[in-house]
């Protein structure tokens, strides 16, 4: 009993934050010999991709990659690394569209998640159903590209409702952070439209748990159920609400239940744009309070001829330079993008309805671009942008972005220190930033995402890209920006946040910090899963 208990001690203790030392652990040579062994890779060449994202400024270095073939796969590795005297780190990587190495495991092993797209009859792939309680729904692989959960949903006329700009991210790293776009308003984040999950947790011993619950909580954990569970708001609901927005924190998610919605065929495309950061955001908030319109995001608008720019293919030549002649005339410039889906049974209706919509809004006069569009051009609109960026060369440069949710009592203080001052007059960046308000109520506070406490919140993206600029300078930018927001008393959150130290990562979570680390504590206890997002560390 007293060798138990001593042990718990120990493990207990290596539940400490921040950074008090170097990850440690490699895996022991053991793991060679698992039956996982021929989808482990330790050649340079595997470990050097898994050294990298799309940030492209940090770089760790795993021990190896693991490619599964089956869920079993990544539970075998997950309870290795469980049972070894010290374990090691453990981190799924999706897309790897993370900026700051959160899908890195320095030392350990990265589990390339879409290696399990090969092997689709293991739970993953995109499979549509529908039921009585829950309407259309697709169980999808946590590896998943939305694209791909789009494509596949298409076919059946359904959709998902909530999105991210961009869709070639996983549904799993998705989930693990909010995944937000102009829908979010009205559906609320991707978080916020899923049924169920199965989830890999990083606990396997549940009287281990027992213990550990007892000293540091005083309180039993409900029984598990061991390391693979499924869970929704009815079944396991604690691991649900952790792992969405979990930052990858509490297990793996290996399949989703997704809400569906008949999809339409087609969208109204609008954009307007504003000399008058108070008109664009009055009408913003206008928008996201009235029914009728499917997305509504705004922008700072840098010159369209600059490449850098994802919103450049919307405009012809002629609309570009007229867009262009707004610069000589106005000292700042912001965009704003609504889109109206419409249906067969609309058609007729729809542009009407549209006008109706827009007829109060105050957008510099004839400023008003309009396209129809496929809804699936609509959805994968940074696509061509993408390509056209690679074709340049300048995709793969750094990323130092800074994502932000703003309250709305900041937002024009925000406007005038950040957007106007550090970044239009001081900086003359051309960088993508984007700036559009989203309802708070449609986030669900039991998961472990944190927004501002506030009923209308803005999510502010500052895309910026190295390479003409040098990514150290536009970082710097970065903490200029935390800072006058904390001079200021704007009580920002970061979106995809990423901190140095402990303090910093209480003061993120603020009053979900002691459950954040409760649930760690029941879920992951050997601080195995996602190293890179440096929340906890092994002491
Ligand atoms: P990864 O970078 O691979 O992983 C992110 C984190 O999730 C890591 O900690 C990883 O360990 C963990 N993780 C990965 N898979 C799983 C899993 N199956 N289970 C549990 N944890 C897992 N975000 C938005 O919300 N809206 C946008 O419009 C948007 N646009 C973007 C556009 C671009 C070009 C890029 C590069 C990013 C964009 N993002 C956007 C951010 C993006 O949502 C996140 O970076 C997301 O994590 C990327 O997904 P991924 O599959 O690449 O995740």
């Not at 011993?205 to 000293?215: P, T, W």
Request: contains cysteine.
């Amino acid at each position: 009993k007293h060798f138990i208990l001593l042990f718990i001690v120990i493990i207990n203790s290596t539940l400490i934050i921040g950074k008090s030392k170097p990850w440690p652990n490699s895996p022991p040579c053991e793991i060679r010999s698992l039956d996982i062994a021929t989808r482990l890779r330790f050649d340079h060449d595997a470990t050097k991709i898994a050294s990298t994202d799309f940030g492209n400024l940090t770089h760790q270095i795993p021990a190896a990659v693991l490619n599964p073939s089956s869920v079993k796969d990544i539970v075998d590795l997950i309870k290795f690394s469980y049972n070894c005297s010290v374990p090691f780190g453990i981190a799924a990587r999706g897309h790897a569209h993370s900026v700051r190495g959160q899908a890195m495991a320095y030392n350990g092993v990265v589990v390339n998640m879409t290696s399990l797209n090969d092997h689709c009859k293991n739970g993953s792939g995109v499979r549509i159903s529908w039921s009585a309680s829950l309407g259309s729904y697709a169980d999808v692989g946590g590896e998943q590209l939305w694209i791909d959960v789009l494509n596949a949903t298409l076919e059946h006329g359904l959709a998902p409702v909530s999105w991210t700009d961009y869709l070639y991210l996983t549904v799993g790293g998705t989930l693990s952070n909010a995944g937000i776009s102009g829908q979010a308003f009205r559906y609320g984040p991707q978080i916020n439209n899923v049924h169920e999950l199965d989830v890999i947790t990083g606990t396997i011993l549940q009287l281990l748990m027992v213990y550990i619950n007892l000293i540091n909580f005083g309180f039993l954990p409900n029984p598990g159920r061991g390391e693979f569970l499924t869970c929704s708001k009815h079944e396991n609901s604690e691991l649900f609400y952790a792992v969405l927005g979990g930052l990858g924190q509490f297990g793996i998610i290996t399949r989703a239940r997704i809400v569906l919605d008949k999809a339409p065929k087609r969208v109204k495309w609008v954009q307007m744009f504003y000399s008058n950061f108070s008109a664009f955001s009055r009408d913003q908030e206008h928008l996201i309070s009235t029914k009728g319109l499917d997305y509504v995001e705004g922008s700072l608008t840098g010159d369209d001829n600059h490449p850098n720019n994802w919103r450049s293919p919307f405009f012809s030549p002629a609309d570009q330079s007229r867009i262009a002649s707004l610069f000589t005339k106005y000292e700042v410039i912001y965009g704003m993008e609504v889109v109206k889906y419409y249906y067969d049974l609309s058609i007729d209706t729809v542009d009407e309805e549209l006008q109706m919509l827009l007829k109060e809004l105050n957008f510099i006069p004839s400023f008003i671009f309009m396209k129809d569009a496929s809804f699936l051009d609509f959805l994968n609109r940074v696509r061509s942008e993408e390509l056209s960026l690679e074709a340049k060369g300048l995709w793969d440069v750094p990323h130092p972005w800074l994502n932000l949710f703003v309250p709305k009592s900041g937002i024009m203080d925000f406007n005038a220190g950040v957007l106007v001052d550090i970044i239009h007059k001081r900086n003359k960046t051309s960088a993508p930033i984007l700036v559009y308000p989203t309802n708070r109520e449609k986030w669900d506070d039991r998961m472990s995402a944190v927004v501002p406490d506030e009923e209308t919140i803005y999510a502010v993206g500052l895309l910026h890209s190295g390479g003409a600029i040098d990514w150290q300078v536009l970082d710097g930018q970065n903490k200029e920006i935390l800072h006058f927001c904390d001079k200021a008393g704007i009580k920002i959150k970061q979106y995809l946040p990423h901190y140095e130290t402990k303090e910093e990562w209480v003061n993120h979570f603020g009053a979900k910090w002691g459950i954040f680390k409760e649930r760690k504590a029941k879920f992951d206890p050997k601080i195995i899963l996602s190293p890179g997002q440096g929340i906890f560390r092994l002491g």
